[in-house]
T-cell receptor, first 114, second 115 residues
Framework: DSGVTQTPKHLITATGQRVTLRCSPR?????VYWYQQSLDQGLQFLIQ???????AKGNILERFSAQQFPDLHSELNLSSLELGDSALYFC?????????????FGPGTRLTVL | AQSVAQPEDQVNVAEGNPLTVKCTYS??????LFWYVQYPNRGLQFLLK??????LVKGSYGFEAEFNKSQTSFHLKKPSALVSDSALYFC?????????????FGKGTSLLVTP
């Protein structure tokens, strides 16, 4: 158990809908990262937050957004969902934002768009 | 951009034999390299990382990795494989450009250890 929690574990929804994925980092970690894992794209970095502020963006679609709250938990919002958004979404956390910091991953949320 | 390549989709090894999962990297500047393992329906678990120093890095569950600068490789090794080591293994490099410090992952290597 990494100490990173994600809810829900599974999410099934329809095209065009909006969902929110939640992540609680390890105690004391200030950085939160979101990744998407799909069969065709592999593991891709979406976005990073550090202590409430957005720090870096990867291959995140405009339909997706995220935020980190004062208690450091983070939410990833996915809207106007398409079939291709079906994937495993991981959250990871690290103590800071140093280049040598280890990222610890949560168990993931499996999103299925029908 | 920093990147890693895992040239093998699958590695098969018999229990008790040594295993190697290959990874090569391409970076500008200092490489910061990581190995993670993913068991079915689970998240990624951190195994080990290379930051600087000794070229042989020891990690969790008896795994180690050898950093080779001249060959730009960071292969994951274990002297004696267990059936329970069967999983998906990812090599990753730390980005340090406008992507912040995210991890850039290889496509993964499936390890199958047979009894």
């Amino acid at each position: 158990d990494s100490g990173v929690t994600q809810t829900p574990k599974h999410l099934i929804t329809a095209t065009g809908q909006r969902v929110t994925l939640r992540c609680s980092p390890r105690s004391g970690d200030l950085s939160v990262y979101w990744y998407q894992q799909s069969l065709d794209q592999g593991l891709q970095f979406l976005i990073q937050y550090y202590n409430g502020e957005e720090r870096a963006k990867g291959n995140i679609l405009e339909r997706f957004s995220a935020q980190q709250f004062p208690d450091l938990h983070s939410e990833l919002n996915l809207s106007s969902l398409e079939l291709g958004d079906s994937a495993l979404y991981f959250c990871a956390s690290s103590p800071g934002q140093g280049v040598t910091d280890t990222q610890y991953f949560g168990p993931g949320t499996r999103l299925t768009v029908l | 951009a920093q990147s890693v390549a895992q040239p093998e989709d699958q590695v098969n090894v018999a229990e008790g034999n040594p295993l190697t999962v290959k990874c090569t990297y391409s970076v500008s500047g200092n490489p910061y390299l990581f190995w993670y393992v993913q068991y079915p329906n689970r998240g990624l678990q951190f195994l080990l990382k290379y930051i600087t120093g000794d070229n042989l890095v020891k990690g969790s569950y008896g795994f180690e990795a050898e950093f080779n600068k001249s060959q730009t490789s960071f292969h994951l090794k274990k002297p004696s494989a267990l059936v329970s080591d069967s999983a998906l293994y990812f090599c990753a490099v730390r980005e340090n450009s406008n992507s912040g410090y995210a991890l850039n992952f290889g496509k993964g290597t499936s390890l199958l250890v047979t009894p």
